[in-house]
Each structure stands twice: as structure tokens, then as C-alpha cells.
């Protein structure tokens, strides 16, 4: 029996909040949530802002780009460079890191991540 979770989407800013390319947080509650504006492919991502490696706020100021030949989306940590997919949240470096990654919606010039 497969179960069923219901998604509770959350404003979490505007499109012209967050550079082309680039990435902005939010807070909801206690957690920070990076989101980012792939806007070279035209998709909006959202993870954990926090990086795993050394515990710190940083994600939302990683850099974005694409990896793999498949071009799989990434994020790097501004500090130590341990990327991390941004569809699943693997960590690509090599390392045995996770992050959580969130559903985005675009509707309207307002940017929502589903929570669950």
C-alpha cells in the first residue's frame, strides 16, 4: 500500500527576489531553505540551506550549475566546493552527505516550496 502525503505549499518570496543564477533563503519556523533561479534552464530548485560538511547557513550562496552528461543540476558550497544534486540532494563530491531538497512552483511572479 503506497502512502500518500499531502503538500502544503509555502510562499516563500518573489522571482525578482532571487538573482538569475543564482540563489536566496528563507526561513520557515527553525529551518532555512536555500532557493535557487536556475534561470539558464529556466527551473527553480529549493534544498536545506544548511551544508552538511561543516555545518554551516551557506547553500543559498553556493554556486549553481550542471554536471554529468546527463547535465545534472548542482549546487557547491561557497566554502569547502562539496556539490550536491539539487534533484535529489546527493552529495556528487564523493562524500557520504545528504541534503534535503523541497518541490518548487512558479505561479505568478511568486515562488512557493512544497512542504510536507
Known amino acids: 500500500m503506497e502512502t500518500v502525503t ?6 516563500a518570496c518573489y522571482t525578482d527576489d532571487v538573482p538569475a543564477n543564482g540563489g536566496a533563503c528563507m526561513k520557515h519556523g527553525d529551518e532555512q531553505i536555500a532557493i535557487y ?4 534552464r529556466n ?5 536545506q540551506n544548511l551544508c552538511p560538511h561543516k555545518q554551516q547557513m551557506v ?3 553556493g554556486m549553481i550549475g550542471s554536471t554529468g552528461d546527463d547535465c545534472n ?13 539539487l534533484l ?3 552529495c556528487l563530491s ?3 552527505y545528504q541534503i534535503k531538497t523541497y518541490p518548487v ?7 512557493y516550496i512544497g512542504l510536507v
Open 37 to 40: 533561479n536556475f534561470s539558464r
Open 88 to 90: 535529489n540532494g546527493e
Open 43 to 47: 527551473e527553480w530548485y529549493a534544498t
Open 6 to 11: 499531502a503538500i502544503k505549499w509555502v510562499l
Open 59 to 61: 547553500l543559498s550562496r
Open 73 to 85: 543540476p548542482k549546487v557547491a558550497c561557497p566554502f569547502h566546493k562539496k556539490t550536491f544534486s
Open 105 to 111: 512552483r512558479v505561479e505568478d511572479g511568486r515562488v
Open 94 to 96: 564523493g562524500d557520504d
